[in-house]
Every structure is written in C-alpha cells, then in structure tokens.
C-alpha cells in the first residue's frame, strides 16, 4: 500500500545534499528530506572550551534552530536562547557527531556546527545530523596537517520512522508525524551501531516484535542516507548528490 505522498512504506523521501552551498563556512551544506530543508555550516576556530584546554583534545558542538516561516504559521525567533525542544535538537546533533570523532586526532580545537532549518516538513533532526556530518568531514578535512579520514572514525546519520494507521513508515513526513501512533528518531554509524535512539507510543503501546521491526525500518533507511555521505565526500569536483 502506497503512502499519500506516493512512497511505499519503507522508502526514503528524495534525499539531496549540496555541498560548498555557502561562500564563508569550513564546511556547508543544504540537505533536503524531501520538503524538509536544512542548512548545515561547520566553522572552525583554534581553540577549545575552558574544560579541555590543556588535553590535547578537541570539540565537536551543535546549535540548532528554525526561520520564522519554515513552519505553516510565522514563529517566533528566538532571540532570548534556544527553546527547550531546540537544546535538545542541538544536544542530540553534537552527540551524535562526536560519537564517530577521535577528538585526540583534531588538535585542541573546535568545530562549530550550525544547523538552520528553512522549511520544516517533518524529519528537521534527522536531515541535521546526516547533513551536519558532510559540514564536519568537510571543514575537517580543511585543518592543515590533519588526517580526515583519522579524525572522523565513521560516518552517523538519522531517520525518523513510525507507526501511522497501524503500519511502519520510513521517513515520516509532517503529515504522518502528527498523527503517528509510534514515533522513533534513530541515529546510526555507517557500521550499524546506534548512537541514539529516541522513542514515543502516542496513545498505544507496542511490542518488542514492532520495535524490532522498526529499528530494522530505521537500519534499512540509514544505510542509503551513508552511502550518500559516503560519496559526498568522495567526491572532488561535484558538488550535488540525490537519492534515490
């Protein structure tokens, strides 16, 4: 049975990314899940929060946030710090980021990852980290004297999947976010392990048979989304990549 937007239950959205997109940052990108669009930016500085200075260490940290209408109705923007649900998004995306990165590899410095949502169709955490990790790979790769490929051990990216009108979907659209009965982000390494998993029954509990099922979902999803950083990064004069 085919979604209302055309896709069968376990296909991905059209997934693009285009790297370099800004003119200033080490690293950026604009990663699409479908209508969802997100900027992605790396910056580096040379230097280190006050907690590591001295160790040999290096940071990885996110900030996250949404346009005044990306969404259906204006919001507000939030000029007094981010919102709860916004620090848990950018906690959630430097988690993620730092679980493939050997801070030792990268000097005591710091890579900023900003991620701003320019239109929000469901799925705005997930396009962060997938599109966050190509902003550091990039901007790492530009840090003269270090090895990319050591800093960063993996690629990590996300996808949301669910439960809507009794079925499991991949990559859930706004639509069917807000009326799912079941809502999971899932973040993986390009290896298959998980770095997070983020999980919600609205109204009906489910079993360890659907959880199963829905990480399988979530698995099948992410592995696409990798082999797309994969050859973002690979690449050399290219600049854009989709899938499917």
Same mark, same amino acid.
């Given at each position: 049975?085919?979604?209302?937007?055309?896709?069968?239950?376990?296909?991905? +959205?059209?997934?693009?990314?285009?790297?370099?997109?800004?003119?200033?940052?080490?690293?950026?990108?604009?990663?699409?899940?479908?209508?969802?669009?997100? !900027?992605? =930016?790396?910056?580096?500085?040379?230097?280190?929060?006050?907690?590591?200075? &001295?160790?040999?260490?290096?940071?990885?940290?996110?900030?996250? &946030?949404?346009? #005044?209408?990306? =969404?259906?109705?204006?919001?507000?923007?939030?000029?007094?710090?981010?919102?709860?649900?916004?620090?848990? !998004?950018?906690?959630?995306?430097? +988690?993620?980021?730092?679980?493939?990165?050997? %801070?030792?590899?990268?000097?005591? %410095?710091?890579?900023?990852?900003?991620?701003?949502?320019?239109?929000? *169709?469901?799925?705005?955490?997930?396009?962060?980290?997938?599109?966050?990790?190509?902003?550091?790979? *990039?901007?790492? &790769?530009? !840090? #003269? &004297?270090?090895?990319?490929?050591?800093? @960063?051990?993996?690629?990590?990216?996300?996808?949301?999947?669910?439960?809507?009108?009794?079925?499991? @979907?991949?990559?859930?659209?706004?639509?069917?976010?807000?009326?799912?009965?079941?809502?999971?982000?899932?973040?993986?390494?390009?290896?298959?392990?998980?770095?997070?998993?983020?999980?919600?029954?609205?109204?009906?509990?489910?079993?360890?048979?659907? @959880?199963?099922?829905?990480?399988?979902?979530?698995?099948?999803?992410? %592995?696409?989304?990798?082999?797309?950083?994969? +050859?973002?990064?690979?690449? +050399?004069?290219?600049?854009?990549?989709?899938?499917?």
């Amino acid at each position: 049975m085919t979604r209302a937007d055309g896709r069968a239950p376990d296909q991905l +959205r059209l997934i693009s990314v285009t790297r370099d997109y800004l003119l200033h940052p080490e690293g950026s990108v604009l990663v699409a899940f479908g209508a969802t669009k997100v !900027i992605c =930016t790396a910056t580096l500085e040379d230097k280190v929060p006050p907690f590591l200075k &001295g160790q040999g260490l290096g940071w990885v940290t996110a900030e996250y &946030g949404m346009l #005044p209408r990306s =969404t259906n109705t204006r919001m507000n923007r939030e000029n007094r710090g981010p919102s709860g649900r916004s620090q848990e !998004i950018q906690r959630l995306v430097g +988690r993620a980021l730092r679980a493939v990165t050997d %801070r030792s590899k990268m000097g005591e %410095r710091t890579v900023w990852i900003d991620c701003d949502v320019i239109q929000a *169709d469901g799925g705005t955490r997930t396009a962060a980290i997938t599109g966050g990790w190509i902003a550091l790979a *990039d901007a790492v &790769g530009r !840090i #003269p &004297g270090v090895n990319a490929k050591a800093v @960063l051990r993996d690629c990590v990216a996300a996808i949301s999947v669910g439960i809507v009108g009794g079925r499991p @979907l991949l990559d859930l659209n706004y639509p069917e976010d807000s009326t799912a009965e079941v809502d999971m982000n899932i973040v993986m390494t390009g290896g298959g392990e998980f770095v997070e998993v983020q999980g919600t029954a609205e109204q009906i509990p489910f079993g360890r048979s659907r @959880l199963d099922e829905l990480l399988g979902l979530a698995e099948h999803g992410i %592995r696409q989304l990798v082999a797309l950083q994969r +050859r973002a990064v690979d690449a +050399r004069a290219e600049k854009s990549f989709t899938l499917p």
